[in-house]
């Protein structure tokens, strides 16, 4: 059995171990590689995810939690991974660059951050939102769009804010009217 452990390419990239009739898997293990993993006891908690082709009772016997998807959903789920990894460190950039600009740090709002994930984990992705959008508060969202500076950070605001407003759409948290004029408010050109 031969294993490797990225979490961008399938297990058909040890098709030559596989031709020679080796089990080949993929596991990738859902850690932001940052530095170095020093606590290895979260290795026993993580959910696993894998895909490949032989006998899964290996897999199963060294990560007991384990989720399996197809070699052809690996760079979906891998784009997911990034999102919720890259995209947020990205996200807390951009909040610490505005909040530099007013002369606060990001350290004293990592509670936010907390809370959001907990609500995530207790309330589920669908139903965690909150802010303007969320309360078809388009002034504020307009006051938002007037206050950011460079246009990357109005994009990005703009770009995520139209998502959002799709996810409030969607979880009934405001209603088509009020999605409509949000997503027009959202336009930034």
Request: hydrophobic share 40%; with cysteine.
């Amino acid at each position: 059995t031969v294993i490797h452990f990225s979490g961008a390419l399938s297990s058909s990239s040890l098709d030559a171990a596989r031709q020679k009739g080796a089990a080949v898997f993929s596991v990738h293990p859902p850690l932001p590689f940052s530095g170095v993993i020093t606590d290895t006891g979260l290795l026993d908690s993580l959910t696993y995810t894998a895909e490949g082709q032989g006998d899964a009772g290996i897999i199963e016997k060294l990560f007991p939690n384990v989720r399996y998807i197809l070699p052809e959903q690996k760079p979906l789920y891998h784009a997911a991974m990034c999102i919720l990894s890259n995209y947020t460190v990205t996200l807390a950039n951009a909040a610490q660059n505005i909040l530099t600009e007013i002369g606060l740090e990001l350290s004293p709002f990592f509670p936010l951050l907390d809370n959001t994930l907990n609500n995530i984990c207790v309330k589920g992705a669908e139903q965690a939102l909150t802010g303007p959008i969320a309360r078809g508060d388009t002034g504020t969202v307009q006051k938002h769009l007037a206050a950011l500076g460079p246009p990357e950070l109005k994009h990005l605001y703009a770009t995520l804010g139209r998502a959002t407003a799709s996810d409030a759409l969607k979880n009934h948290f405001i209603d088509k009217a009020t999605y409509l004029k949000l997503k027009e408010v959202l336009t930034c050109e």
